[in-house]
Nanobody, 123 residues
Framework: QVQLVESGGGLVQAGGSLRLSCAAS????????MGWFRQAPGKEREFVAA???????YYADSVKGRFTVSRDNARNTVYLQMNSLKPEDTAEYYC?????????????????WGQGTQVTVSS
């Protein structure tokens, strides 16, 4: 069992930055692919970024070049650095853990989910 707790959300102006953190419980954090997803009101949850256990990273086209995902296995934490934020980035952001090495953008591949943290970008 893995418990995930996100933090770092908030209100920021367009063009600003935020860094989200996701702290995981358990001793097997390093064996999971960690993903970030987001869900805006009235929309489906969508993939944002992922980092595998071998530190390969993947991004949605909409955030490529602006967001960076990283992990610190010693701290059981995954981060999402978000720069050049846009109003369309406004959403609840969730981190998730997957035992699979494949399908990093596929929601059912993820076994554990956090409760989410709200990011609001004002124009």
């Amino acid at each position: 069992q893995v418990q995930l707790v996100e933090s770092g959300g908030g209100l920021v102006q367009a063009g600003g930055s935020l860094r989200l953190s996701c702290a995981a419980s358990g001793r097997t954090f390093s064996t999971y692919t960690m993903g970030w997803f987001r869900q805006a009101p009235g929309k489906e949850r969508e993939f944002v970024a992922a980092i595998t256990k071998s530190d390969s990273t993947y991004y949605a086209d909409s955030v490529k070049g602006r967001f960076t995902v990283s992990r610190d296995n010693a701290r059981n934490t995954v981060y999402l650095q978000m720069n050049s934020l846009k109003p369309e980035d406004t959403a609840e952001y969730y981190c998730a853990a997957s035992k699979s090495d494949y399908g990093y953008s596929i929601i059912p591949k993820y076994n554990y989910w956090g409760q989410g943290t709200q990011v609001t970008v004002s124009s």
